[in-house]
């Protein structure tokens, strides 16, 4: 069984800006959805941060988080899963309040936003582990201790790893209280990387600065192989340009096209 493995989608990312949810249809319109439909797959995993700003969605976000996302999926009539991120949720010590339970309501997707929970996809049973807080964090750990499960799925903070390419996150929990696991796949740090069992599947897109030339996209899970595949997203959002204004030609030759609606340098 086929997996597709979503993250840290960050619905209303850059105050709003109507070019990045542009960015988003996108790759969702012909990047995902094809790539889930060319592989067979019914199941989607998102894994955190579904929308970008904890206390409030913009009305116009929200209905295109509706009509290029989640409508979508509905449509196709695929199994949806989805795991609480920390911007997902209202408060910072629970989980109580979010945004999953307020926005999703009217599709019938599953959404895990207080405590781990074994789900069996094909004979694999998976620990979907939601965004752990100062609430829900005993009762996490004692489950994480205790499952059967040999995969993890969740939004984790762990030291050790990029949130960035070069940004190395000092705070989080240890990684070494996940290594019973034989994979653990993670939202969160937007920066995809791997380190022994332990996978951040970072952010399909790019959103700031610091996602310049960094491959983003999303995962294909093999329950079977227990492989992951990227796919990647090839709609950049930030640019350079670099030019010699002493030679006209050469800025006459900039195919200023590739550059609409993007963030660019120009050098």
């Known amino acids: 069984m086929k997996i597709a493995l979503i993250t840290d989608t960050h619905w209303g990312v850059r105050n709003d800006n109507v070019a990045f949810l542009d960015n988003s249809k996108k790759f969702l319109d012909e990047i995902f959805f094809p790539s889930i439909r060319d592989n067979g797959i019914s199941t989607v995993i998102h894994l955190g941060d579904l929308v970008d700003r904890r206390k409030y969605i913009n009305i116009n976000t929200a209905r295109r988080m509706r009509e290029d996302f989640l409508t979508p999926m509905r449509e196709n009539a695929l ?15 629970t989980n109580e309040v979010n945004a999953l339970r307020e926005l999703t309501t009217s599709y019938d997707f599953k959404i895990y ?7 069996e996809f094909d004979n694999t049973i998976i620990l979907m582990t939601p965004w752990i807080c100062d609430e829900n964090r005993k009762l996490s750990f ?31 929990d240890d990684r070494n209280l996940f290594d019973k696991f034989d994979l653990v796949c993670s939202g969160h740090y937007h920066h995809r ?15 700031t600065w610091s996602d310049y ?22 709609y950049s959002m930030f640019k350079k340009v670099w030019y010699n204004d002493k030679f006209q030609s050469m800025v006459d030759k900039i195919d200023v096209n590739q550059y609409k609606d993007c963030i660019v340098k120009v050098i």
């Open 113 to 119: 936003d207080k405590f781990p929970q074994e789900v």
């Open 142 to 172: 004692e489950k994480i201790r205790s499952t059967p499960s040999p995969i993890l799925m969740g939004h984790l903070e762990l030291a050790g790893f990029e949130m960035y390419r070069g940004s190395i996150v000092s705070h989080g």
């Open 213 to 234: 030339n960094d491959d983003r996209g999303f995962h294909i899970f093999d329950t079977e192989t227990r492989e992951l595949t990227f796919i990647s997203n090839p």
């Open 193 to 207: 990387s791997s380190s022994g069992n332990i996978h951040y599947l970072g952010s399909p897109a790019e959103y």
């Open 79 to 93: 199994d949806v899963h989805i795991i609480a991120g920390n911007h997902d949720t209202y408060y910072k010590n």
